[in-house]
Each structure stands twice: as structure tokens, then as C-alpha cells.
């Protein structure tokens, strides 16, 4: 463990990484209210007060590991919506990316739960953005006559993500349903349902 801590202070780049790999996987593990800076030192092989150097705060850290667990998803997504007008492909596309994003991260819907459960309201602020820009382009699909007016452009991102989210949040309780199909057909109805209820009306 010295070797470790010693090697990390020599390379402030490692420490910092060093660092944040162990707070995300205590994080996912515990949650943030249940995970200590001592705890966090012991996992990482570094003091304390390195974390306090690097970070701050714990509170800091919480955020800065959020911000690396999700900074990818976003920024793809990002340039994606504001490189197109809105579509009806494009609301599907982003569907798509994002049940795929949390497929393939369970670490990452783990850290989502927490910030949940815990009635974290900073995570609000990392995808406001990406939200904001998502009901624009539904709101010009909406004006284009491609998607249903009656319904609020930012009610139809969040229904996508919180139907996603809660896909794999609460997979292991539903999994073993009657007739409970994959991943990937319950995409495929989720898509044609959603996506139908949202056709223009006459």
C-alpha cells in the first residue's frame, strides 16, 4: 500500500484517477451517504489529505465521479442533437443510445439509483443541457407536424428516460415475470408503443 501511495503522489495524473476509480466503485457500491474519505483513502492507496488536495470535499468528489460516469454518454448524445433538426428518427435514435448506454454500463445505473434514493438534485444540473436540447428537437418535430402538439416536448424525454432507467434499476425484481422478454424486445416494444402514441393526430 505505501509503494502505491507513494507512486500515486509522484504522478499527480494517477492520483487523481487512482482516486476516482475507488470512489466510483464504494459509491456504487454504498451510496455516497455511506461512504467515507477514510474509506475512499484505504481503496485508492493514497492519504487523505492527497484526496482533500486533489477534490476538496467528498461532495466534490460525489460530483466529479458522476461527471466522469456520465461525461462520455452526454457529450455523444450532445453532438448528435445539435448536428440535426427534429425527427421522429432522431427521438427513436436517442432512445436507442441511451437504453444501449445503460446496458452496457451497470455500474453506472447503480450510481444513477443512488443519486436517486439519496434525493440527490445536483445530478438535475449535468443533464440539463442535454435535456433542454432534447425537447427542442422535439418541439420542432412537433411544429413540423411529425409528432403529436398536445404534449410537452420535456415530458416525452422524460417518460424515454425514466422508462430506461427503471428498466434496469428494477431488473432483477422483474426479470422472472411470465413472459418476460429480453432487453432487447422490450426496447423493441417499448419503441413501437411510444413512439405510435406519439403519431400526429387528426
Partial sequence: MKDAAHTATRDPDLTRARILEAAFELFVESGYADVSMRQIAARSGVTKSLIHHHFGTKEALWEAVKHQALEGYFQAQ?????SDQGTPALLSDAIVSYFHFLKDNPEVVRLVAWTHLEGDASCGELDRRLVEIGAERIRQAQQAGQLRADV???HVVTIFVNVCTQWFEAKTHHQDW???GSDEEFLDDFIKTFMEGLQ???
Fill in 78 to 82: 450532445l453532438e448528435t442533437l445539435e
Fill in 152 to 154: 410537452n416536448p420535456t
Fill in 178 to 180: 411470465p413472459g418476460m
Fill in 200 to 202: 400526429p393526430r387528426n
